[in-house]
């Protein structure tokens, strides 16, 4: 049996996740995704958005998109400043690996 207070998320790791909402993306924004293929290994690629393949407004693992390359994955992070983009992805590759 799983406890309510198990599965909270708190407010602040939300709002910390703008790659989860679909109003937060747009054509032409540059973002770093996970391909299908490389879930497993966290291989992120970096490219700018062209399609929104994600209909609902939200999406835990991330909104799908279509990069202008062709490529297909979820949005893993949204390089704000190029500190943050290396953190993210440099954490978010520990994560994986753990």
């Known amino acids: 049996m799983v406890r309510d207070s198990a599965i909270r998320i708190p407010q ?3 709002e910390n ?3 989860r909402e679909r109003k937060n993306i747009r054509p032409g924004l540059k973002v ?3 391909q299908k293929q490389a879930q497993r ?3 992120q690629t970096l ?3 062209k399609d929104l393949l994600t209909n609902s407004p939200f999406h835990p693992h991330g909104i799908k998109v279509r990069l202008e390359d062709g ?3 979820r949005i893993q992070a949204i390089p704000e400043d190029k500190k943050q983009f290396f953190l993210s992805i440099h954490f ?3 994560f994986n690996a753990l």
């Open 12 to 14: 602040s790791a939300i």
């Open 17 to 19: 996740m703008p790659h």
């Open 32 to 34: 770093a995704i996970v």
């Open 41 to 43: 290994s966290g291989t």
């Open 47 to 49: 490219g700018v958005v």
């Open 71 to 73: 490529q297909v994955g």
């Open 92 to 94: 978010g590759l520990l």
